[in-house]
């Protein structure tokens, strides 16, 4: 509101400035050089005002900005109190020890939860696995009857033929 006041005030006084130049000038060509100089010293008087005025409003602009600024800070402060507040409420709420125990038990069930998928699942051991592999090579074993083998020395090469061992890899693989 003041700002707005001075800002009339420099108003009128710049409308009386030119009122009072221009009746200078008047009483100039009129012969009146003792009252155009008095006239002149009231309007420089005037515009000293004004330069005063306009110091003054830029120092209530200049303390309306600071005002709002700081309106901004006290804003935020108290955000920031609000938040400290929360985060000391909830911190009442969860202490570390109460987090250690929701951990543990978070853990504890799923240990649970993997037996239970290990049971339904008919998991093994892996004693039970051992077991499953020894029998399965004594059944193989059994099974597997192998061809005879001659007592003489076999050729390298027959012309015409496989090379042994690619014959002998290829009679084994067929056998599986």
Known sequence: QQRDKLRQYQKRI?????????????LLRD?????AMLLLKKKRFQEQLLDKTENQIS?????VQDIEFTQIEMKVIEGL?????CLNKMHQVMSIEEVERIIGETQDAVEYQ??????????LTEEDEDAIL?????ITQEQMELPEVPSEPLPEKIPGTLPLQLWLRIQLGSMR
């Not at 710049?14 to 008047?26: F, I, K, P, T, V």
């Not at 012969?31 to 009252?35: R, S, T, V, Y």
């Not at 020894?134 to 004594?138: D, I, M, S, Y």
Request: proline residues 0%; neutral net charge.
């Open 14 to 26: 710049s409308l009386n400035l030119e009122r009072e130049r221009a009746l200078a000038r008047q």
């Open 31 to 35: 012969g009146k050089k003792e009252k």
């Open 59 to 63: 120092n209530l602009e200049r303390m």
């Open 81 to 85: 109190k609000i938040g400290n507040e």
């Open 114 to 123: 993997r037996q239970i998928d290990e049971l339904l699942a008919g998991s």
């Open 134 to 138: 020894e029998e399965l090579n004594t």
